[in-house]
C-alpha cells in the first residue's frame, strides 16, 4: 500500500512556503531574531520566503556554509526536517537560541528527537495558512496541525509543552 503524500505543489516552490507574518512576530516580539535560517531569497525561479533581515537559504546551505545567528527564526523544508532539528541542538549546544515552525506530527524520528532536545513545545491550535512566496497570498488547506519549539541554552526549564490559540497570535 502506497501511504505517500501526494502534493499538487510544483516542485520548484514546495519547500519554500512563508510563515503567516503574524506567527514570525508573535515570536520576534520575544526574541528579536538575528537571523531567518532556513529562508530563499529571488531568482528566477525561486520567489523569496524570509521574514528577517539576515538570513541564509536555498542558494547558502544553512546547514554547512553559513553561521546562524544568536536568535534564529527556523521554518525549514518539511520535506526534509532531521538536519534542521540536528543543527538547531548543535547551535542550542554552542549558546545559540532557535526557535523552529514544524508540522505537529508526533509519528516521525525527528519529532521525538526536537521534543526531547528542546526548551519548550508550543502546540498552535488551528490551522496555518502558509503564504506562498510568488505571489504572497495566503493559501489555505494544510492538512497538518504545526508545533513550534524552542532550543534556547539559558531556559531554566526542558520540555515545557504549551498550547497557543493561533487567532491569538494575531
Not at 546551505?61 to 538547531?88: H, Q, R
Request: charged share 25%; net charge neutral; glycine share 4%.
Amino acid at each position: 500500500m502506497n501511504t505517500e503524500h501526494k502534493s499538487n505543489t510544483p516542485a520548484e516552490i514546495k519547500d519554500c512556503w512563508q510563515t503567516p507574518k503574524f506567527v514570525f512576530d508573535y515570536y520576534d516580539r520575544r526574541f528579536n531574531f538575528d537571523m531567518d535560517v532556513a529562508a530563499s531569497w529571488s531568482n528566477a525561479f525561486i520567489p523569496h520566503n524570509h521574514l528577517g533581515e539576515q538570513f541564509s537559504g536555498l542558494f547558502l546551505d544553512a546547514l554547512t556554509e553559513s553561521e546562524w545567528g544568536k536568535f534564529n527564526w527556523c521554518n525549514p523544508p518539511y520535506s526534509n526536517i532531521m538536519p534542521w532539528v540536528t543543527k538547531a541542538v548543535d547551535e542550542m549546544n554552542r549558546g545559540s537560541v532557535t526557535v523552529m515552525l514544524i508540522p505537529s506530527d508526533t509519528s516521525v524520528k525527528w519529532f521525538k528527537k526536537a521534543f526531547e532536545n528542546c526548551t519548550e513545545c508550543h502546540f498552535i491550535s488551528g490551522r496555518l495558512s502558509f503564504i506562498n512566496a510568488d505571489t504572497q497570498k495566503s493559501v489555505a488547506g494544510n492538512n497538518k496541525g504545526s508545533v513550534v519549539f524552542i532550543f534556547d541554552p539559558k531556559s531554566p526549564v526542558k520540555k515545557s509543552v504549551h498550547l497557543i490559540d493561533r487567532d491569538s497570535m494575531k
